[in-house]
């Protein structure tokens, strides 16, 4: 099976902060995707990577940097955490350039206070 | 630009009944559709899928989605409620600008009353 692990459960961070979150999948695939999830909102894609230090913005990358080394690792990077930040943030894989499922994480739950 | 609409916020459904969980699409070009779900405290996981072929897939779970192309529709269903599968269910289409994207809607809490 494929497993997609993230660094953190519950992370509580202060205004200003830099926030690091962590992800990691065991299954070589090609696609990583970091997501935040809101109430009434749906997934809103942040950022993806297609390839290792290869990076695409999503629909909402302000205030967020992403970093790919590795193929199985993909960070997620808040510069500077606000709390308008506060969120579910949840990352995936996939394999391929075809229409394949994703993958998913059990999601980080960051506070920013 | 593609986009994937769950006109119900909530959706209550007594076990042992069928329930239905709507999405409707907008898409340019051929349709690639999915369904996920996520239960209390867990990451989303894969139902099922269409890409091409019958218009009724069967997914995990003992869920189907009926795909409609002349309504637009992609409809997930199931002839038996459990009270397990109480949770929050995401359609999502596939951008066609790039083939690993995909657009989520804003979710649909089913929940099955005993």
């Known amino acids: 099976d494929v497993k997609v692990t993230q660094s953190s459960r519950y992370l509580v961070k202060r205004t200003g902060e830099k926030v690091f979150l962590e992800c990691v999948q065991d299954?070589?695939?090609?696609?990583m995707f970091w997501y935040r999830q809101d109430p009434g909102l749906g997934l809103r894609l942040i950022y993806f990577s297609y390839d290792v230090k290869m990076k695409e913005k999503g629909d909402i990358p302000e205030g967020y940097s992403v970093s790919r080394e590795k193929k199985e690792r993909f960070s997620l990077i808040l510069e500077s955490a606000s709390t308008n930040q506060t969120s579910m943030y949840l990352c995936?894989?996939?394999?391929?350039?075809?229409?394949?499922?994703?993958?998913f994480g059990p999601g980080t739950r960051l506070t920013v206070t | 630009a593609q986009s994937v609409a769950q006109p119900e916020d909530q959706v209550n459904v007594a076990e042992g009944n069928p329930l239905t969980v709507k999405c409707t699409y907008s898409v340019s070009g051929n349709p690639y559709l999915f369904w996920y779900v996520q239960y209390p405290n867990r990451g989303l996981q894969f139902l099922l899928k269409y890409i091409t072929g019958d218009n009724l897939v069967k997914g995990s779970y003992g869920f189907e989605a009926e795909f409609n192309k002349s309504q637009t529709s992609f409809h997930l269903k199931k002839p038996s409620a459990l009270v397990s599968d109480s949770a929050l269910y995401f359609c999502?289409?596939?951008?066609?600008?790039?083939?690993?994207?995909?657009?989520f809607g804003s979710g649909t809490r089913l929940s099955i009353r005993p």
């Open positions: 995936a894989s996939s394999k391929g350039q075809l229409a394949y499922e994703q993958y």
């Open positions: 999502a289409v596939r951008e066609s600008s790039s083939a690993s994207k995909i657009i």
């Open positions: 299954m070589d695939h090609e696609n």
